[in-house]
């Protein structure tokens, strides 16, 4: 039996609930907030992330046009397509994930990003950071850090209807 370790709901809550508020507080006077959930695990917690913040707007960015890993993973048959919420260009951006490992997914979301405008700014807000980063990027909100192997795996649930539901587990991979 794999070894599986379990991240509670009410954890889960504060996580979200505290990097909701640091945005909140970077941005108090920004009045051209987007918070993008890059698709599929981030589109929960950015509206999630979006409701606690006045003034902000939560859309989707769509990464499976500019993945380097095509090939082993081809683009999904049910996949949420690019909706930005107002122009980003001169708006302050925050890309949002569940789960920041490599930093592909992140570099991913910037070329699509970038597909559609320039913004002033981006950031980057992830629930959680297992580490074992391949590019150069870090992110500006985490939740959760938890230490991994590349032969775990990170599956992190937010469900949309009952939060009481909401999960992170780290397993093996195999």
Sequence with gaps: MPDTRRIAE??????????????????????RLILLGIANGGIELAKRISAKIPKS???????????????????????????????????????????????????????????HGRPASVELAVLVDRGGRRLPLAADYCGIKIATSSAEKVIVTLDSQETAKDSIIVRSAS
Excluded at 11 to 20: C, H, L, N
């Design 57 to 115: 707007r939560a859309g989707v960015v769509d990464i499976s046009f500019h993945r380097d890993d095509i090939g082993r993973h081809p683009i999904p048959k049910e996949f949420a397509p690019t909706h930005i919420p107002g122009d980003v260009n001169g708006a302050t951006v925050i890309l949002v994930d569940d789960v920041l490992f490599s930093g592909r997914t992140a570099k991913a979301a910037l070329d699509e990003l970038f597909d």
């Design 10 to 31: 009410h954890e889960i809550r504060s996580a979200i609930e505290r990097v909701a508020n640091e945005i909140s507080t970077r941005h108090a006077a920004g009045n």
